[in-house]
């Protein structure tokens, strides 16, 4: 691969250096790499407001549980980060596969062997992608449900954001099994992607409504006491 991506990890670029590196033309980073972005900022957001939570008086009784929300949220954030350069490296793999020298019988059939390895293993970044970001959709609906109402905005982003990232991802598994001759493996990718799919459309409606519901609570005058 040629740019912007010999010259460093792409987690470690700015966010305005990786916005260079997806338009320049080349072939990598890509869209395999873009979809897992949405997702660690996602986990970000969800970290943020199960941590704001945690701090309101109000929602003081679910501190615990909000800092346990945070703290995997953290997690989720930097392993789809990781994916990220995961991504990247498993689709140089199948550039180097595809550019194996194929004239004689035994190299044609190397190559194939190895375009297969590459293309199966192309697979498995964005099907983990498609799994983070489904566990962060079902935290950004708890914390939309039971977290601070000052912060449903940034729930609400944080859903929507996890499921763009896991349709996403679930384009690229679609894409990567395309060449897979393995009709059993590519059917259970795709049966893992689309059961993915129909559980973050649900839980993705779940959130907003909760946003929604919270968004309403949070304009409520407080009510006198004494």
Same mark, same amino acid.
């Given at each position: 691969?040629? =740019? @912007?991506?010999?010259?460093?990890?792409?987690?470690?670029?700015?966010?305005?250096?990786?916005?260079?590196? @997806?338009?320049?033309?080349?072939?990598?980073? =890509?869209? =395999? %790499?873009?979809?897992?972005?949405?997702?660690?900022?996602?986990?970000?957001?969800?970290?943020?407001?199960a941590r704001l939570s945690a701090q309101s &008086?109000?929602? $003081? &009784?679910?501190? /615990? &549980?909000?800092?346990?929300?945070?703290?995997?949220? !953290?997690?989720? #954030?930097?392993?789809?980060? !990781?994916?990220?350069?995961? !991504?990247?490296?498993?689709?140089?793999?199948?550039?180097?596969? #595809?550019?194996?020298?194929?004239?004689?019988?035994?190299? *044609?059939? $190397?190559?194939?062997?190895?375009?297969? *390895?590459? /293309? *199966?293993?192309?697979?498995?970044?964005?099907? #983990?992608? %498609?799994?983070? +970001?489904?566990?962060?959709?079902?935290?950004?609906?708890?914390?939309?449900?039971?977290?601070?109402?000052?912060?449903? +905005? !940034?729930?609400?982003?944080?859903?929507?954001?996890?499921?763009?990232?896991?349709?996403?991802?679930?384009?690229?598994?679609?894409i990567e099994l395309g060449p897979v001759d &393995?009709?059993?493996?590519?059917?259970?990718?795709?049966?893992?992607?689309?059961a993915a799919r129909d559980q973050a459309a649900?839980?993705?409606?779940?959130?907003?409504?909760?946003?929604?519901?919270?968004?309403?609570?949070? *304009?409520?005058?407080?009510?006198?006491? =004494?």
């Amino acid at each position: 691969m040629t =740019g @912007l991506l010999e010259e460093t990890e792409l987690t470690t670029m700015s966010v305005t250096r990786f916005a260079e590196a @997806l338009a320049a033309a080349s072939p990598a980073p =890509g869209g =395999g %790499c873009a979809a897992a972005v949405p997702g660690a900022l996602a986990a970000g957001l969800v970290a943020m407001t199960a941590r704001l939570s945690a701090q309101s &008086d109000p929602f $003081s &009784d679910l501190a /615990y &549980d909000m800092e346990d929300v945070a703290t995997e949220a !953290d997690r989720l #954030r930097v392993e789809l980060l !990781d994916l990220v350069d995961e !991504d990247a490296s498993a689709f140089g793999r199948v550039i180097a596969a #595809r550019r194996l020298r194929n004239q004689t019988v035994e190299q *044609r059939a $190397s190559r194939l062997r190895e375009v297969q *390895r590459a /293309y *199966r293993a192309a697979v498995e970044p964005p099907l #983990r992608v %498609c799994g983070r +970001s489904l566990r962060v959709l079902e935290l950004a609906l708890e914390v939309a449900e039971r977290g601070n109402p000052n912060a449903a +905005s !940034d729930a609400g982003v944080a859903a929507v954001l996890a499921a763009a990232s896991l349709e996403a991802a679930a384009i690229n598994v679609e894409i990567e099994l395309g060449p897979v001759d &393995d009709e059993g493996f590519r059917q259970a990718r795709i049966r893992e992607a689309e059961a993915a799919r129909d559980q973050a459309a649900a839980l993705r409606e779940s959130a907003l409504a909760a946003v929604r519901v919270n968004h309403q609570l949070s *304009r409520r005058p407080a009510q006198p006491t =004494g």
